[in-house]
């Protein structure tokens, strides 16, 4: 069964560093989105990306961060200088559509996420 | 703006019996979908089910189920005949726009033997 893949599994920084975090989206979904949860919190919206382009973005999405679609397979998230809070569990979803949850295939799949501790 | 809340932060149930998680939801929207996910301790987000605005018949799968009211603005997720694998959190979640999923602070489920 196809899934969403994320690589490393586990990233340790310094305050400051840049960071990339690798995901493999399900090959034939066109919607990408990244979300991050805090340890013991619930499961926060960062961005969208569709069409190379982002659709969407939280308040949490400032000038830190950026996504990219460097080729046809893969899908990043770069925090440029990372603080302390951006230490959490970091998501990658894809789906195969976006029509506002009225049909199943707008189902958003997760990968198994990227644990970011920053020191 | 939709909103989603789960009111039980934990749930201690006996293997074997069913169990009910409880989702409310709020949406001025007329066509949404709600979605039940399973983050067990190793972290990993998995999704068990998913109910359209417009369904007429409460989803199942497998031994998921979600009993959706419409009226009541409720999705609540039915876990029949619970293993001991079940122990997880379980978040509930809800489309907003057309981009992104809010979620409910979850509940975690413990079954025990």
């Known amino acids: 069964e196809p899934e969403v893949t994320q690589t490393p599994s586990h990233q340790v920084t310094q305050m400051g560093q840049e960071v990339i975090l690798r995901c493999v989206p399900i090959s034939n979904h066109l919607y990408f989105y990244w979300y991050r949860q805090i340890l013991g919190q619930k499961v926060e919206f960062l961005v969208s990306f569709y069409n190379n382009e982002i659709s969407e973005k939280s308040e949490i999405f400032d000038d830190q961060f950026s996504v990219e679609r460097p080729d046809g397979s893969n899908f990043t998230l770069k925090i440029r200088s990372t603080k302390l809070e951006d230490s959490a569990m970091y998501f990658c979803?894809?789906?195969?559509?976006?029509?506002?949850?009225?049909?199943?295939?707008?189902?958003?799949?997760f990968g198994p996420g990227t644990r970011l501790t920053v020191l | 703006a939709q909103k989603i809340t789960q009111t039980q932060p934990g749930m201690f149930v006996q293997e074997k019996e069913a169990v009910t998680l409880d989702c409310t939801y709020d949406t001025s929207d007329p066509s949404y979908g709600l979605f039940w996910y399973k983050q067990p301790s190793s972290g990993e987000m998995i999704f068990l089910i998913y109910?359209?605005?417009?369904?007429?018949q409460n989803a199942t799968e497998g031994r998921y189920s979600l009993n959706f009211q419409k009226a009541r603005k409720s999705a609540n997720l039915v876990i029949s005949a619970s293993q001991l694998g079940d122990s997880a959190m379980y978040f509930c979640?809800?489309?907003?726009?057309?981009?992104?999923?809010?979620f409910g602070q979850g509940t975690r489920l413990t079954i025990n033997p």
């Open positions: 979640a809800i489309f907003q726009g057309a981009q992104k999923l809010v």
């Open positions: 979803a894809s789906s195969d559509l976006s029509s506002g949850g009225a049909l199943p295939t707008d189902t958003q799949y």
């Open positions: 109910q359209g605005s417009y369904d007429q």
